[in-house]
């Protein structure tokens, strides 16, 4: 089945800086790629997401750029604020908006 | 706010007995997923439902079941419990359960003592 690796588990910027969270995944047929935030005692936000046929998407200060050849998608975060700091999911489906597989989650901290 | 809703907030419980988790989907949304998640397991997808049948399922144990009603509404029944089942449980929805995306409630936390 599906397996979801993501790196780094913890990431630490200065406010200002970019962050970026890379995942890999193993099964090629996976075709939709969202990217989920935790805030802490709350669910899982979509923040943004993106498809195979398309090779990156932007939406504000979040951009989420994908390689199928290598199997790799990232997220980056650019000009970060405190307010970004929350755990941050990948996750990865075969089947569009069904059988997520999740990554392990990054914690990101972003110090004032 | 997500839109989907979920009761209760917490749950705390002994072993061996069962409990019901419920969820109330987005206005509109038809599909209803429900997620594990643990420290040790992390999210994990355990099954979905759609306009009231099962359409996948994940790692949902056998102790597990689920159901939607015609209101739309779902149930995660968890018996037989464990402490290994101590976790928070999430009920996502979406609008066509295919292609659309999910959106998650704030989550039951389940406590097995």
């Known amino acids: 089945g599906e397996n979801v690796e993501q790196h780094p588990s913890t990431l630490s910027v200065q406010e200002g800086d970019s962050a970026v969270i890379k995942c890999t995944y193993s099964d090629s047929a996976s075709n939709y790629f969202p990217w989920y935030k935790q805030e802490l005692g709350k669910g899982p936000q979509l923040i943004i997401d993106?498809?195979?046929?398309?090779g990156e998407k932007k939406d504000q200060r979040i951009a989420v750029t994908l390689n199928k050849t290598a199997k790799h998608f990232s997220l980056h975060i650019t000009e970060t604020q405190p307010e970004d700091s929350a755990v941050y999911f990948c996750?990865?489906?075969?089947?569009?908006?069904?059988?997520?597989?999740f990554g392990p989650g990054t914690r990101l901290s972003v110090l004032p | 706010d997500s839109g989907v809703t979920q009761t209760p907030k917490h749950l705390i419980t002994a072993t061996g007995q069962r409990v019901t988790l419920r969820c109330s989907p987005r206005s509109g949304d038809l599909s209803v997923y429900w997620y594990q998640q643990s420290l040790d397991q992390g999210l994990q997808f355990l099954i979905q439902y759609y306009n009231g049948e099962e359409r996948a399922k994940g790692n949902i144990l056998e102790r597990f079941s689920a159901q939607q009603f015609p209101d739309l509404h779902s149930e995660l029944n968890l018996s037989s419990l464990e402490l290994g089942d101590s976790a928070l449980y999430f009920c996502a929805s979406s609008v066509d359960g295919r292609d659309a995306e999910q959106y998650f409630g704030p989550g039951t936390r389940l406590t097995v003592t």
């Open positions: 993106i498809r195979s046929n398309v």
């Open positions: 996750a990865a489906s075969i089947n569009y908006g069904q059988n997520f597989v």
